[in-house]
């Protein structure tokens, strides 16, 4: 099987920062790696898919990126809204998601 | 607009079963991929299985033997039977279109449904 491990688990910021979360899978899965945002009780929305291409009506402060077994999801000036767990998912072998990462307000 | 709406899920014994429905509109879920997602209390997201549109399913270990997902296309409507529960199946379970990337045949969820909570306790 194939195991996401996402970093940070959790992590704190203010409105306007840049952030970054990271996802490693186990072996290699190509570009096959997607994000997700999802706000308390609500279902997750997909934000990034094939590593970093973005899903339509995305704001394009959210990117992706990938080197290898690591990928990359990017907030470049943090927004209220924006404030949510993050996962990442591979569907290359399977699907498998990351443990998430919780981005709260500093 | 798409609409994907769950239901059938509620408290059941530990070795019950349960169907839960999810019913779409706005998409065809004979000619769509589609899948279920469940997240239990306070935790992360895990697949748990995948209908093709030429029919094959796709499970994932964890409930494989004892989940069948189906469709039905008169009704437009996905079903997941779950047989044999446990406790570590209390979760909210999601229905969820899978869509397949032109370029690199990637797939994600893209539509997602508000979920049913299944709650396994004696």
């Known amino acids: 099987d194939i195991q996401m491990t996402q970093s940070p688990s959790s992590l704190s910021a203010s409105v306007g920062d840049r952030v970054t979360i990271t996802c490693r899978a186990s072996?290699?899965?190509?570009?096959?790696l997607n994000w997700y945002q999802q706000k308390p009780g609500k279902a997750p929305k997909v934000l990034i898919y094939?590593?970093?291409s973005l899903e339509s009506g995305v704001p394009s402060r959210f990117s992706g990126s990938a080197s290898g077994t690591d990928f990359t999801l990017t907030i470049s000036s943090l927004q209220p809204e924006d404030f949510a767990m993050y996962y990442c998912q591979q569907s290359h072998l399977g699907r498998t998601f990351g443990q998430g990462t919780r981005l709260e307000i500093k | 607009e798409v609409q994907l709406v769950e239901t059938g899920g509620g408290l059941i014994q530990p070795g019950g079963s349960l169907r839960l429905s999810c019913a779409a509109s706005?998409?065809?879920?004979?000619?769509?991929?589609m899948g279920w997602v469940r997240q239990a209390p306070g935790k992360g997201l895990e697949w748990i299985s995948v209908l093709y549109s030429g029919g094959p399913t796709h499970y994932a270990d964890s409930v494989k033997g004892r989940f069948t997902i189906s469709r039905d296309n008169s009704k437009n409507t996905l079903y997941l039977q779950m047989n044999s529960l446990r406790a570590e199946d209390t979760a909210m379970y999601f229905c969820?279109?899978?869509?397949?990337?032109?370029?690199?045949?990637?797939?994600?969820?893209?539509?997602w449904g508000q979920g049913t909570l299944v709650t396994v306790s004696s």
């Open positions: 072996q290699s899965i190509s570009s096959h």
């Open positions: 706005g998409l065809s879920v004979s000619s769509n991929y």
């Open positions: 969820a279109r899978v869509v397949v990337g032109a370029a690199t045949g990637v797939d994600y969820f893209d539509y």
């Open positions: 094939e590593a970093s």
